[in-house]
């Protein structure tokens, strides 16, 4: 439980928002909308999520990454979830420069800002689950750092750099071209309602800042990765608290307006630019990509990003 005592200010760092979990009761029905309607593919099927009574897939929007779990077991986390909150989101997984997950793992659990749940290192990755009670935004949050591949020295910055979720090291050339495959997608927001009564989004993005490092935008109520920005909500009565919208930017009107239509032809819900699946809103943006000196410029405009 958290403490009152407050700890250090924390200032921001880079952090990326690495990969967005899902859960759904029927994996292959998930599986199906990822693939039939955004176009993207499976990349991986953790084995180990077994443990926890799961299974799972990994899908890529460049070189982020959506995953989708279902139980497969009648007790679990998972299934808690589903039978409390429905489909929908379940966990943000942030990526830090390495060592830092660590690092903040230790300074966070001194002053008593979150408690760890799980907590995994390999030779290439460190990661650190937390529990969701007193972090605003209905979602489970994970901080992970990645050590330096030969060929990707920054792997918080290099888009396709190596992902511990999407397979173990010497798959990476495998996981990587599915990256690559499907580099007209960018995932570039995310956005949580706080709890009925919550209004107050300036102070969630505060905290989240405080616990984990990463930037805000100060007065608005959101937190700023170095590839994209989550929006925090106020909480409203009847709205379940939690994940309800990411933002996937496509390259081409073509591509995006496909998305739009093959929605349709599954009878899922399209209002605008959004499609109704999985629990949650997904919303489609034409992305016009402009690289000077390598790097990459996006702007909101009135019709998407720019």
């Known amino acids: 439980m958290a403490s009152e005592t407050k700890a250090p200010r924390q200032g921001p760092a880079p952090t990326r928002l690495r990969q967005i979990a899902l859960v759904a009761e ?26 926890w009574g799961l299974k799972n897939i990994l899908v890529p929007i460049g070189g982020d990454i959506i995953e989708v779990v279902a139980p497969c077991l009648p007790s679990g986390p998972a299934t808690r979830h589903l039978k409390k909150h429905g489909e929908g989101g379940y966990m943000i997984i942030m990526q830090t420069h390495h060592p830092s997950a660590l690092t903040h793992l230790e300074r966070i659990e001194s002053h008593q800002l979150a408690q760890s749940i799980f907590t995994h290192s390999t030779p290439e990755s460190d990661m650190v689950q937390y529990h969701p009670k007193g972090i605003p935004g209905g979602v489970i949050p994970e901080l992970d750092s990645h050590r330096p591949h030969p060929d990707y020295p920054d792997p918080l910055g290099e888009r396709f750099s190596p992902w511990h979720a999407a397979g173990p090291e010497e798959k990476y050339g495998v996981y990587v071209e599915g990256m690559k495959r499907h580099a007209h997608l960018w995932l570039v927001d995310v956005t949580l309602r ?26 608005v109520g959101e937190l700023l990765f170095t590839n994209a920005k989550m929006v925090f909500l106020r909480g409203e009565n009847g709205a379940r608290e939690g994940l309800v919208e990411v933002g996937i930017a496509v390259e081409g009107r073509e591509r995006r307006d496909g998305i ?19 629990g949650i809103r997904w919303k489609f943006m034409v992305l016009d ?17 720019k």
């Open 26 to 51: 029927d994996l292959e029905k998930a599986k199906h909308f990822l693939t039939a309607i955004i176009r993207t593919e499976v990349i991986y099927q953790d084995p180990a999520v077994e443990q």
């Open 194 to 219: 706080l709890e009925a009564g919550g209004g107050d989004v300036e102070g969630a993005a505060r905290k989240w800042e405080d616990i984990f490092g990463a930037g805000r935008r100060k007065g």
């Open 260 to 278: 739009f239509k093959r929605a349709r032809e599954e009878g899922l819900r399209v209002d605008g630019d959004v499609v109704e699946m999985l």
């Open 289 to 305: 990509r402009r690289v000077e000196k390598k790097k990459t410029s996006l702007e909101t405009t009135g019709d998407g990003i």
